[in-house]
């Protein structure tokens, strides 16, 4: 039912720990608090902020992301929040940031914990008072967006060693969803299977549509510290090679 409701349409788990997770979704997503989703790297953070954002009345906006990890340090600040022509080396035009982007939607703020310090005090202040000023600009410009931010490190940790700003940290910290890995949840392995193997034999053309028994014990004996994306990988490579319609171990 609360899959139904709130669309988790790429999500897959009906252990107790995901219908937790569920029930999180379905009693925040309406609202406008800003949520800070943890968990180890491969658990699949962003397809919950997705489900959280298609579940509210967002749904219509942009849902827009930005991997912090992914970027330099030097173009973090210019990827949230934009730039002026001229403002630095390269900047031959205005470029609207990630705030812009999403205004009157959702911005998914991936690995926040890899934000410098200096440039989590302007992210407060963005967050704080719906203003986002560019680089290179004169002027402030309003938006409307609701955040959700996403981390695989300890930040209370990283408070504690002066990393992370405890300001910034309880802006963003509203309300907290923390997805468990996949070895804490062990029951959700089959129907992930399943999901994976439909999805990947459409991909690759394959006429895969199953797993024996055997394989899919060895998949629940193993540790996944990868968690789903190594799942993922383990289950694409085999279907890539596989010259049957059953995945065998």
Do not use: W
Not at 72 to 83: K, T
Not at 143 to 153: F, Q
Not at 215 to 232: Q, S
């Amino acid at each position: 039912r609360l899959k139904q409701t709130v669309h988790f349409n790429r999500i897959v788990g009906n252990s107790p720990e995901m219908m937790k997770i569920y029930e999180r979704i379905e009693q925040v997503a309406k609202t406008r608090s800003n949520i800070l989703i943890s968990g180890e790297s491969g658990t699949g953070k962003e397809l919950i902020a997705q489900a959280i954002h298609h579940a509210s009345d967002r749904k219509a906006k942009p849902f827009i992301t930005v991997n912090i990890s992914a970027l330099s340090e030097s173009l973090i600040e210019s990827a949230l929040f934009g730039h002026k022509k001229g403002a630095f080396t390269g900047a031959v035009s205005d470029h609207p940031g990630r705030f812009e982007q999403a205004n009157g939607g959702t911005l998914f703020i991936d690995e926040v914990g890899d934000i410098p310090l200096s440039v989590q005090v302007k992210l407060l202040r963005a967050i704080q008072f719906g203003q986002v000023e560019p680089i290179g600009g004169l002027e402030s410009v309003t938006v409307d967006v609701r955040v959700i931010t996403a981390t695989s490190r300890d930040l209370e940790q990283m408070i504690e060693a002066g990393e992370f700003r405890q300001d910034f940290f309880y802006r963003i910290n509203v309300i907290t969803i923390t997805i468990p890995p996949l070895r804490e949840r062990k029951s959700d392995i089959p129907p992930l299977v399943n999901h994976i193997i439909s999805e990947f034999s459409k991909e690759h053309h394959k006429q895969v549509t199953g797993i024996s028994s055997e394989a899919l014990d060895g998949l629940m004996k193993h540790d996944f510290r990868g968690n789903v994306r190594e799942l993922e990988n383990i289950l694409q490579r085999a279907i890539v090679l596989c010259r049957a319609d059953m995945l065998t171990s």
